[in-house]
Each structure stands twice: as structure tokens, then as C-alpha cells.
T-cell receptor, first 113, second 115 residues
Framework: QKEVEQDPGPLSVPEGAIVSLNCTYSNSAFQYFMWYRQYSRKGPELLMYTYSSGNKEDGRFTAQVDKSSKYISLFIRDSQPSDSATYLCAMSRVGGGSEKLVFGKGTKLTVNP | KAGVTQTPRYLIKTRGQQVTLSCSPISGHRSVSWYQQTPGQGLQFLFEYFSETQRNKGNFPGRFSGRQFSNSRSEMNVSTLELGDSALYLC??????????????FGPGTRLTVL
């Protein structure tokens, strides 16, 4: 079993829809959880960052972490065509270790006008 | 402030050759990490450098190596290229190392194709 699992999609939604992106993980040592957005031909950029369990909101984006279920989510409200990208979840142990970040494989999202 | 830059952006090599990729971090950042991204395996950590020293290494063969210079610029080298080395190689910089909360900023990557 991989440490981080993420449905690769692709996911196609109409403009204005609420998008839900998810990752599951197996290593209970993960404490830091991140979502990155990667546009075509670009490097990933950090969208959201959370520590431990709970919710965090930033504009149209909400990140949720449920450590008891080892499940994290990213919600995008009022999705826009400019949100079309690949979304990668990532997580890290305290102190880092030999792997600074462990990434999911990414979910490709297309928002249609 | 300029972002992370990587050169070259695209590279085509043949099996058995070697290749050197370059990364210039954001000004003031002293940590540089390298990742390999493929459709099958996703993003995988290669190694991290801080103050010219390799601090962490991922699970890759010894054909993959790197170094960091005193100006924090970094290079990675892949020797005896294999078809499976075809990937997007991403460099990320951050202020420090070993700190899980330190944001990493990624460059656009170098697309390596091995024929």
C-alpha cells in the first residue's frame, strides 16, 4: 500500500460547481498536510497548508484533515475555469526525515465555462 | 522577487549518456530540493541540499547525484541514462531545511526525454 493515495481523475465540472478533492494516507506520523496546484508546464505551487486535524479556509478554498480516518480533503467553491489544473496533496512528518514531502499522484481538474 | 529558475527547460538524451540540470533558488533561500515527477509514480523526493551539504536523500540509485554551490545554486546529475529516467525534474527552494513548516517554492521543471 502506498503511503498516500489520490484518485487521479480526471474530474470535469461546470463553472460554479463545488469541487471535492481527496487523499488518504497510511502513515499516522504525518502531521503537516498541504495542497499544491500545478498548471500545465509549471511547477507545483502551495495552495493550502494545515497542521494536524481540523479545517482551514482561504477564500474559495477549504482544506479539511481527519487524522482519525487518515483522510484529507480540499473543497473549491464557485469553481472557475482558471482553477483547471492538477491538484496534489502532500504530507510530512515532524522534522521531515529522509523524505521532505510525500505527494499524492495528483487529480486533474477541468472546470468548463 | 524572482522565482526558482531551472535550466534547461527541455532536454533529449539517449540511453547511456549523462545529463546535468541546473537550479537557481529564490534569492535568500539556502535549501534546494530535487524531485522527479512521472505519470506512474507521481512526485518523488530525490535529495535536499543546504549550505553545500546533502541533508536528505530519497530512494534513488547512485546514478542520481547532486551538489550545491556557495551561492546556493544547485545542479543534479544523472549518469548512464535509462529510458525510465524520462521525467519532469523539479527543483524547490526554501529558507531552511529539516523544518516541515517551511514553504517550498517550485521551479517550472526540466523535461528530460531519454530515447
Amino acid at each position: 500500500q502506498k503511503e498516500v493515495e489520490q484518485d487521479p481523475g480526471p474530474l470535469s465540472v461546470p463553472e460554479g460547481a463545488i469541487v471535492s478533492l481527496n487523499c488518504t494516507y497510511s502513515n499516522s506520523a504525518f502531521q503537516y498536510f498541504m495542497w499544491y496546484r500545478q498548471y500545465s508546464r509549471k511547477g507545483p505551487e502551495l495552495l493550502m497548508y494545515t497542521y494536524s486535524s481540523g479545517n482551514k479556509e482561504d477564500g474559495r478554498f477549504t482544506a479539511q484533515v481527519d487524522k482519525s480516518s487518515k483522510y484529507i480533503s480540499l473543497f473549491i467553491r464557485d469553481s472557475q475555469p482558471s482553477d483547471s489544473a492538477t491538484y496534489l496533496c502532500a504530507m510530512s512528518r515532524v522534522g521531515g526525515g529522509s523524505e521532505k514531502l510525500v505527494f499524492g499522484k495528483g487529480t486533474k481538474l477541468t472546470v468548463n465555462p | 522577487k524572482a522565482g526558482v529558475t531551472q535550466t534547461p527547460r527541455y532536454l533529449i538524451k539517449t540511453r547511456g549518456q549523462q545529463v546535468t540540470l541546473s537550479c537557481s533558488p529564490i534569492s535568500g533561500h539556502r535549501s534546494v530540493s530535487w524531485y522527479q515527477q512521472t505519470p506512474g509514480q507521481g512526485l518523488q523526493f530525490l535529495f535536499e541540499y543546504f549550505s553545500e551539504t546533502q541533508r536528505n536523500k530519497g530512494n534513488f540509485p547512485g546514478r542520481f547525484s547532486g551538489r550545491q554551490f556557495s551561492n546556493s545554486r544547485s545542479e543534479m546529475n544523472v549518469s548512464t541514462l535509462e529510458l525510465g529516467d524520462s521525467a519532469l525534474y523539479l527543483c524547490a527552494s526554501s529558507h531552511s531545511w529539516g523544518t516541515s513548516t517551511d514553504t517550498q517554492y517550485f521551479g517550472p521543471g526540466t523535461r528530460l526525454t531519454v530515447l
